[in-house]
């Protein structure tokens, strides 16, 4: 079985401060890790996702997470916040070797302000 | 063009009627997924089909009826329309091959409320 767990419902930053989204996952065997972003009445998009090899990921908009075994994490980040960021972030997992169900984080809020 | 098309994006019906939800992609994905977003903005997989042929039923009531034409295709029928059915929801395709592991590509969700 896996699961994601995102600490923090709602996360308030400054804009221009560091943006930090925390996700910790379970799951069995080695997942696959994903992070996705929903802005008010759209669907879900990608920002950046973990397979196999380099442990820090590089998304679009100037995400960035590290996958870290040890501490069963995939926090996401960004060095500084703007205010078109404010958005739902969801967490996800997803099993290697077969089977291909996503499943997701509670999400987190964020809130970007001036 | 749209990748994962959804209709209609809107949905407003009343208690105990039957509704679809349309889906297509245009993706050459063999896989489709329907989830399920409630009011805390939770999403819950309900359904997928892998070239037609249904692979994850979660628990979810009989009224809701998965129907994949092709593989290109995913319609959820609804039946007998109650009050927590309200929710949005979420089309989305992928291929099945986990060794890529690309993420899921989702449509814009259709918004559903029964009254």
């Known amino acids: 079985a896996q699961s994601v767990t995102q600490l923090g419902s709602h996360v308030s930053v400054s804009e221009g401060a560091l943006v930090l989204l925390r996700c910790n996952y379970s799951?069995?065997?080695?997942?696959?890790l994903f992070w996705y972003v929903q802005y008010p009445n759209q669907g879900l998009q990608l920002l950046l996702k973990?397979?196999?090899?380099?442990?820090l990921v590089k998304g679009i908009n100037g995400f960035e997470a590290e996958f870290k075994k040890s501490e069963t994490s995939f926090h996401l980040t960004k060095p500084s916040a703007h205010m078109s960021d404010a958005a739902e972030y969801f967490c996800a997992v997803r099993l290697t070797g077969g089977g291909n169900k996503l499943t997701f984080g509670t999400g987190t809020q964020l809130k970007v302000e001036l | 063009d749209t990748a994962v098309s959804q209709t209609p994006k809107y949905l407003v019906t009343q208690m105990g009627n039957d509704k679809s939800i349309k889906c297509e992609q245009n993706?050459?994905?063999?896989?489709m997924y329907w989830y399920k977003q409630d009011s805390k903005k939770f999403l819950k997989i309900m359904f997928s089909y892998n070239n037609k042929e249904l692979i994850i039923n979660e628990t979810v009531p009989n009224r809701f009826s998965p129907k994949s034409p092709d593989k290109a295709h995913l319609n959820l029928h609804i039946n007998s329309l109650e009050l927590g059915d309200s929710a949005v929801y979420f089309c989305?395709?992928?291929?099945?091959?986990?060794?890529?592991?690309?993420?899921?590509?989702f449509g814009s969700g259709t918004r559903l409320t029964v009254v």
């Open positions: 989305a395709s992928s291929q099945r091959d986990g060794g890529i592991a690309g993420g899921y590509t």
């Open positions: 799951s069995s065997v080695p997942p696959y």
């Open positions: 993706l050459g994905h063999d896989t």
């Open positions: 973990y397979t196999t090899g380099a442990t």
